[in-house]
């Protein structure tokens, strides 16, 4: 069964899943080692978005 990277709703559809979950991780990575980090919703979604490029 193979992925259908199209069928995206989310605009995001062109990044196979493997790399969005290892970029997740390692924000989720970066936040636990940052306790006094507080980033906005746009600030994490940046860094996500340089993570996957």
């Known amino acids: 069964m193979r992925y259908d990277y199209r069928a995206s709703e989310s605009g995001i559809g062109d990044i196979p899943p493997r790399l969005i979950i ?3 991780l390692r924000i989720i990575l970066w936040l636990h080692n940052n306790p006094t980090a507080t980033p906005t919703p746009a600030q994490l ?3 996500f978005k340089e993570l996957v490029r």
């Open 22 to 24: 290892r970029a997740m």
């Open 45 to 47: 979604f940046t860094k």
